[in-house]
């Protein structure tokens, strides 16, 4: 049995276990930063994780050529940590810097940074990586590249106006390099999106404006792979609503607005589990 991969190629399911391991892994790892820094977004970073292993380990290009890799934007940057778990699954960042996040002595900070081994864009203020993507993937189509530009957001993100003046100028610069992923995971800063500002329109919106849409579900990894194979053979624009829980696999947290616990649940949860 295999599933729809990267351009059409299977995946078979010992590798799609593997990927499956990975993310695993790289949870457990963010979970476990919690030790050394209590002010990561734990919550955030959790629901990222299969989107980000999915990208990494099988649909981003790499190359030294910036106009033939794909770039892979994570305008939600206080996901970081997700990402620093799932850049050490891919041989880029060590162990040993995951438990010096945001100490003075260690690489990683609290917002992804280009001079981080795979980190594309510094990232951080909300609503600037849409912006930031769009200038890439022009860029590539002026040179004539063959790069894909990914974006990462987070639903709560979306009340950004830069991102509403952004969607409009992809459709009007016709860039089909470029894919949005927007992570409907139900939670902002302060509360839950409905209580906040509703965003079930969200979909209807971006396709008004010209962008072709697609829905998945943002933990199964087969079906992210899936949906962004058919987002990047589309002549148009693609932005992907992914379904994520805040705090995925972190029972303490999970489906809420907590973004962490202390230290003492996090080691009894590793424990237990």
């Known amino acids: 049995m295999e599933k729809g991969g990267r351009d059409g190629i299977p995946i078979s399911i ?3 276990n593997k990927l499956k391991e990975m993310a695993d892994r790289a949870r457990r790892n963010v979970i476990k930063m919690q030790f050394y820094d209590q002010s990561i977004h ?11 292993t999915a990208l990494e380990m099988k649909v981003i290009r790499d190359s030294n050529d910036p106009i033939n890799k794909d770039w892979l934007i994570l305008s939600k940057g206080h996901a970081a940590p997700a990402l ?10 060590k162990e040993e810097e995951l438990w010096k996040i945001q100490d003075i002595s260690g690489l990683l900070q609290g917002h992804p940074e ?7 864009m510094s990232t951080g203020s909300l609503g600037q990586g849409l912006s930031f993507g769009i200038g890439v993937a022009t860029g590539i189509k002026i040179s004539k590249g063959t790069g894909r530009v990914f974006v990462i957001m987070g639903d709560g993100e ?3 106006g830069e991102i509403w003046e952004a969607m409009t ?5 016709n860039l089909d390099n470029l894919v949005a992923i927007i992570e409907m995971n139900g939670f902002q800063l302060d509360e839950s999106t409905k209580d906040v500002k509703p965003k079930d329109f969200l979909p209807e919106v971006w396709r008004a404006v010209g962008w072709r849409v ?3 579900d943002g933990h199964d990894i087969a079906g992210v792979i899936s949906t962004v194979d058919e987002a990047i053979k589309t002549r148009k624009p693609a932005v992907i609503f992914a379904d994520t829980k805040r705090g995925k696999g972190f029972t303490p947290i999970e489906n809420t607005k907590r973004q962490r616990t202390v230290p003492d649940v996090a080691r009894q949860f590793l424990l237990n589990s």
Request: proline share 2%.
């Open 14 to 16: 010992e590798e799609l």
């Open 42 to 52: 734990v919550g955030s970073s959790l629901s990222s994780i299969e989107i980000l």
């Open 84 to 93: 620093y778990a799932v850049l050490h699954e891919k041989g880029l960042i």
């Open 114 to 120: 280009t001079f981080i081994p795979g980190v594309d």
């Open 158 to 160: 979306q009340d950004e």
């Open 169 to 173: 100028h992809a459709v009007a610069r």
């Open 214 to 216: 697609f829905h998945c």
